[in-house]
């Protein structure tokens, strides 16, 4: 199961937000359902954050959600977000990761 969420930070917020989610990215590795959880900005609009993330099922994104830092985040939302965060709960159709990119290190392009 995959969830993408996207954010609209607030440009004075930007900086912390990303900082949330670097710990955010970090604090998922624990969780034993999760498979993947990247972060990702927006090339053309800085303030666009897409999360990607990856788990086992149904139940590793309950807890996911239900995890106490990610209900602490959620709960300052209002104030770095300039609006609701989009969150769609999709099913993998079809497609492939090619060998040797799983856990490719971030590579920033200017």
């Known amino acids: 199961m995959y969830l993408l969420a996207t954010l609209e930070a607030r440009p004075q917020f930007l900086d912390t937000l990303l900082a949330e989610l670097d710990h955010m990215v970090a604090h998922s590795r624990s969780e034993p359902g999760t498979l993947q959880y990247e972060v990702f900005t927006d090339l053309e609009n800085g303030s666009r954050i897409t999360v990607f993330e990856r788990y086992t099922d149904a139940a590793a994104v309950q807890a996911h959600l239900d995890s106490a830092p990610l209900q602490t985040l959620f709960a300052k939302f ?12 999709m ?8 060998e040797g990119l799983a856990n490719a290190p971030a590579v920033e392009l200017k």
């Not at 104030?79 to 709960?89: E, G, K, N, V």
């Not at 099913?91 to 090619?98: D, H």
């Open 91 to 98: 099913t993998r159709r079809e497609g492939f990761l090619r």
């Open 78 to 89: 209002e104030h770095y977000l300039s609006a609701p965060p989009t969150l769609l709960r």
